[in-house]
C-alpha cells in the first residue's frame, strides 16, 4: 500500500506570537506540512522579514501577499459607499478585512492542493466566526485548523514553549493589548480598557494626536467623489491607498480618529474596544454630507436603514452570501448620483463639514433664500398646509375631549398645562 501523502495546511502567518508558535505546533500536533501566508492589508512593516521568519522557525513555505489594492476596492470603498458603520460608529477595518484574509487563504490552498487552513483567532472573539464561515463558504472541504481556540495554552506557557522551540519572542508582546490594523482603522481591546469606566490611556494610540497636541491651526480638505467613491484629494486625482494613507496622517495629526465603544460583539459579549480610524471617519463623514445634498429624503432614511444592514453583514461574518449581493445592488444603484466635493474642517479632535457642492445637488439656494431671489411660491404654502394638516384638524374636532381629557391622562404629555401668564 502506498504510504499516506502528508497534509498540507495553509497557515495566515501575520509573524506575531500565536501565528509562530502555530507553525511548529500544528506539525507536532496535525503532521501536517506548514506553508503561511502574510497578507499585507497596509500595516505590515516588513513582509520579507516575516517571510524569513516564517522559513526559519520550519515552515515548508513562505508566501506573501500584497493585497491592499484589493482590499481598498473591494471592501472599504464598497463599505464606504454603503456607509457601513458598526452601531453607528465602527468603520469595521477588522470586520472587513477578514473575508478577504479567508479568500486569499482559500485561493492559496488551491493552488497549492492543501488539504486544511489555520488561522490565530481565538475562541471568544469575532473574527474565528468571520473566517470559519467565509471558508466554509468559498471551499466547504477544507479543514480549518485554528491552534490558538485548541491547545489552551496561557500566554506565559506559549512564550515558554516558543522559547523550547527557539522561535523568537519580540518584547512587544509584554504590551497588555491586543490589537489589529489595516489600511481602514487599528482595534484595541484588553488591558485596562477592559474596565469600561477607565478612561483610554494615551498609550493605547498609534495613529492619532491627543487633542492637548494637535495644532492650534484648523486644516481644511477638499475631498471628491464620483459615484461614492473618493477620488481626489485637494483637486490632485488620487488613488485610493494614498488618500486612505494621506487622510491617516491629517486626521490623526489633529486628533480625529479615536473611538471608544461598548460594543455587541456576534458571540454575545458585550466588549470595550478602542479603534483609530482617521480616514475612515473623514470619509464618512463627507460622504454622508454628499448624500445629504444629492439624495431625496426618503432615499436617505433608507439608506440608513440599509447601512446598518449592511454594518451588522460584515460584522457578523456574512460577507459571502446572497443578502450581500442584495444590498450591494441597492447600494450602487443609490451612488450612481453620488458625484461632488466636499470640505473639512480638521481641528483639535473634530472632523466638521464646512462646505458641500455637486453638478447634482438638490439644494436650490433660489428656493431656500429668504433674499428677494426667492422663488418660492409662498402662496401655495397655504394650500399644502390645509391639506397636509388636515387629517389632525379632523381628528381633533371629532377627538380633542378625549385626546385632552380625562381618559387621556397617561398620555397628558402631548399637551402641556396652561402657560400662567405674567402679565398682573
Ligand atoms: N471588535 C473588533 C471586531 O470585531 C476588532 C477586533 C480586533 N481584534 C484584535 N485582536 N484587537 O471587528
Redesign the pocket.
Known sequence: MAAQRKKTVILAYSGGLDTSVAIKWIPEKYNMDVITVTIDLGAVKDLEGIRQKALKIGAKKAIVVDAKETFVKYFIFPALQAGAL?EGV?P????LGRPLIAKLLADVALEEKADAVAHGCTGK???QVRLDVSLQVLNPKLEIIAPVREWKMTRDEEIEYAEQHHIPVEAKIKSP????ENLWGR????GILEDPWAEPPEEVYKWTKSVKDAPQEPQYIEIRFEKGVPVALNDEETDGITLINTLNAWGGKHGVGRIDHL?N??VGIK?R?V?EAPAAIILHTAHRALEGMIMTKDALRFKDIVSAHYADLI?NGLWFSAFHQDLVAYVLSSQRILSGTVRIRLSKGTCTVVGRKSPLSLYSEKLATYQKEDTFDHSAALGFIKIYGLPVKTQAQKQMDILTGREALHLESIMPPKVKSIDK
Do not use: F, K, P, Q
Open positions: 458598526y465602527y469595521l477595518a477588522t470586520a472573539g469575532n473574527d493589548y491586543s490589537t489589529d482595534s484595541i481591546e484588553c460594543e460583539r456576534l466588549s474596544e479603534y460584522y
